[in-house]
């Protein structure tokens, strides 16, 4: 796994240095990213789904086949319920927290501000903070299990096999997913949600998520991504600004430092059924970024797109299927394209 994120950055990083990245971005239909955005949302939210009606055990390859999830427990379905309820009471269909107030048009000042003050309350923290509550109710003597301080870390030895088995079963497989999902996607969906903010570069944006995993992954951290479903997710609950990310890295990088690899223990008892309340709002805020594809021809591409894209489980098969039916439905476009193309090779030659 290690060996495959490296492979992967690698390649991101060589994409964006050399610019090719950003002309990628510019190539690619919006269509074709709704419809990738579209399949990775609603993926999410299916994965969601399972995980509120089916027990879990992810340390078993198939964890989704489990028992339906009984209704009462610190586990149930009740809870999940519960819980998606006030995520819909205090987050909407997504408004921004200063604009929730103007939906009550005839309301007097005190119903709007009510309704104000509901929308700034922040739903996914405290959501987490109640699993949080009821994994130690679950399991009271994790509390003696949890020792302080970093875990200790040292370079992952790679060998020779490894490198082998994971560009071939991981970076080859992964790396069109991370350059459409982690480069691409995330840049359009910025850009639509943060409209009068600074526009991302696909340069910067491929750059950093190589050079992230290239330090990371020898030390053995998982591979990471600017993923769209995390930006979606972090909308959605309220984060609009830069700030909320700084101080959710500072909260990780504390929780890290100061209970290492026995957070995990933590995390262990987490109730699923909450954290695919969560997955599946975050889901939705991403697929609901194609709302906005109007014309009959550019839905047609999109949603063939999507539905190859989930029925293979394949993004890179279904972005390739979405790009030919953009092309047949559009002719002249591959004039343009390949005009695109070739000067924008030609300036990287030159």
Not at 81 to 102: K, Y
Not at 208 to 227: D, I, R, S
Not at 309 to 338: N, R
Request: charged share 15%; aromatic share 8%; proline share 3%.
């Amino acid at each position: 796994m290690m060996a495959a994120g490296i492979c992967t950055a690698g390649a991101m990083l060589l994409l964006g240095a050399t610019g090719l990245m950003n002309l990628i971005y510019k190539l690619i239909p919006r269509c074709v990213v709704r419809g990738i955005q579209l399949s990775q949302g609603l993926s999410f939210a299916l994965n969601a789904v399972e995980y509120v009606r089916k027990e879990q055990d992810f340390s078993k390859p198939n964890y989704g086949n489990g028992e339906k999830r009984g209704w009462l427990g610190l586990d149930g379905l009740i809870l999940s319920i519960f819980c998606a309820c006030f995520i819909v009471i205090v987050s909407g269909c997504g408004e921004a927290g200063e604009d929730a107030g103007e939906e009550v048009e005839n309301g007097d000042e005190r119903e709007r501000a009510v309704r104000k003050a509901i929308a700034s309350l922040p739903s996914a923290f405290l959501v987490f903070s109640l699993g949080v509550v009821f994994a130690f109710i679950r399991k009271p003597k994790m509390v003696y299990e949890i020792r302080f301080g970093p875990s200790r870390m040292e370079v992952v030895k790679i060998s020779k096999q490894a490198w082998k088995t994971g560009f071939v079963k991981g970076t080859i497989p992964q790396l069109p997913l991370s350059v459409l999902n982690s480069v691409i996607a995330v840049c359009k969906l910025s850009n639509d949600l943060f409209p009068a903010g600074k526009r991302l570069s696909a340069t910067s944006v491929s750059v950093t998520v190589g050079a992230m995993n290239l330090v990371g992954c020898w030390f053995g951290a998982m591979p990471c991504c600017h993923g769209a479903g995390g930006l979606a997710g972090q909308y959605k609950f309220g984060g609009r600004s830069g700030t909320c990310v700084v101080i959710l890295g500072v909260v990780k990088l504390g929780l890290g430092l100061a209970l290492g690899s026995t957070l995990v223990v933590v995390l262990r008892e987490f109730p699923v059924g909450v954290l695919g309340v969560l997955l599946l709002f975050a889901g939705i805020e991403l697929a609901m970024a194609s709302r906005d594809v109007n014309s009959k021809e550019d839905a047609f591409a999109m949603l063939v797109c999507s539905a190859v894209s989930l029925v293979g489980s394949s993004a890179a098969l279904g972005f390739l299927c979405g790009i030919v039916v953009h092309l047949l439905l559009k002719p002249d476009k591959v004039v343009m394209m390949v005009i695109k193309l070739v000067c924008g090779l030609k300036r990287r030659c030159c």
